[in-house]
Structure formats: structure tokens, C-alpha cells
């Protein structure tokens, strides 16, 4: 018997997603709150939710470990984290001395495609719809500014801040459906394409106080709890 599939059955075979692409779905998913901390899953229930091979679920969830997102520990199922409010607080200030430097930088060398690729960032928020994902997004546009920069060292320890702040904001009310909003973003790239550091610094300093004023005062009852 011929053990290769034919054409006709390789065609109905469903696409597995790619490693990246499932990445994307389970962070929409928490930050959309259908997976939260009182969830109860496995690597391979997960897998299957997502129609995904185990090997790769278990990827990203040891990715997602990495960014705090998930927490994973031996003989124990995986559970995403929650921060409370002295941790937020504390990400929240490393996160603004990492990012005025990286707009000051950004400010110096600002690179026709790199503008590119931030308003096209800008656009993909601006016509999203779901929570999850515009979370998501949100925080990959100060990534991709972060990366313009051309300072790989403090790019990377930013790109350990915004997932947990995504987080932070993901478990809390709609209220914070506002952060990070694509105007913002549109008028910090408009600054830095200027090379004005000054007032790209300025809105950098008042999106983050947006951030903490409404995330830090938020009582912990108006926030997600699971």
C-alpha cells in the first residue's frame, strides 16, 4: 500500500499555524481574557484549542515563560500570571527610562523605511477591532520604535517591559481600552520623523503617566480577577 498521501488528501489536511502565528492567537487570547489566571489548561489542551502540535505550543508557552506571561513550574499546569500593583508600578518606571532614551535615539537617525514601517503599525491599530489584539499591537509599535533606535541592548530589556505592561492592561476593565491609543503613537512617529526630541520625549512622558495614572489607581476590584 502507498504510504504517501495523495494530492487530494494532502489538500483537505488542515495548515498547521506557524510557530509566530500561534505565539500571536495565545497572547490575543489572554489579552482578550479567554485565557486568564484562574484558567485551568495544558500544553496539550492548548494544542488542541489552537489546532496546533504540542512541540509548538510547548514554543511559545516556554517563550511566553520567558516574558512573564506564563508561569511554568514542574509537576504544576501552566497559568498566566497576574501582577499586582507594586509590580506593575516598578515595570511601569523601568520602562520610561528605557523608552526616553530609545525616542532620543530614534530622533537622531530617523530612517525613511523605519517611519514606514511605524505608520504602517499605526494603521493596523487604527483599523483593529478586537481587544486582544489591539493590546497586542499596541505594544509591538513601541517595540518597532524601539528597534529604530539602533540600540539593540536597551531594545531588548524594553521588549521584557511591554508584554507585562500588555498584561497589566489586558486584566483590567474596558475602561483601559483607550491606552495606548493610535493617535498617540501617529503623533510621536510625526515627532521623531521631525527629529524634534524634545516634544517626542514630552509625548512619551504622557502616554506613560496615561498608563500609570489609570492602571495604578484602578482599584484592584475593577480589575480583572481571574
Known amino acids: 500500500m502507498n504510504s504517501f498521501a495523495s494530492p487530494q488528501t494532502l489538500a483537505t489536511l488542515p495548515v498547521r499555524p506557524s510557530v509566530d502565528d500561534l505565539y500571536s492567537r495565545v497572547l490575543d487570547a489572554i489579552f482578550e481574557q479567554r485565557i486568564h489566571s484562574a484558567s485551568r489548561f495544558t500544553e496539550e489542551s492548548l494544542a488542541q484549542m489552537f489546532g496546533a502540535r504540542r512541540s509548538d505550543m510547548r514554543d511559545v508557552l516556554t517563550r511566553l515563560s520567558h516574558q512573564q506571561i506564563i508561569i511554568l513550574r514542574a509537576n504544576h499546569r501552566p497559568r498566566v500570571a497576574e501582577l499586582d500593583a507594586e509590580q506593575t508600578r516598578q515595570t511601569l518606571h523601568a520602562r520610561r527610562l528605557a523608552e526616553i532614551m530609545l525616542v532620543r535615539l530614534a530622533c537622531q537617525r530617523p530612517d525613511a523605511q523605519d517611519l514606514k514601517q511605524l505608520r504602517a503599525q499605526v494603521d493596523s491599530e487604527r483599523e483593529c ?98
Open 129 to 226: 477591532a478586537e481587544r486582544g489584539r489591539a493590546i497586542r499591537l499596541s505594544g509591538e509599535f513601541h517595540l518597532q520604535l524601539a528597534e529604530m533606535a539602533g540600540n539593540a541592548p536597551l531594545a531588548h530589556f524594553l521588549g521584557s517591559l511591554v508584554p507585562l505592561t500588555s498584561l497589566a492592561i489586558a486584566q483590567c476593565e474596558e475602561q483601559t481600552h483607550s491606552f495606548c491609543a493610535w493617535q498617540e503613537h501617529l503623533a510621536i512617529v510625526d515627532a521623531v520623523e521631525r527629529g524634534n526630541a524634545a516634544t517626542a520625549v514630552m509625548l512619551i512622558n504622557r502616554h506613560l503617566d496615561h498608563l500609570e495614572q489609570t492602571l495604578l489607581n484602578t482599584p484592584r476590584e475593577h480589575c480583572v480577577a481571574g
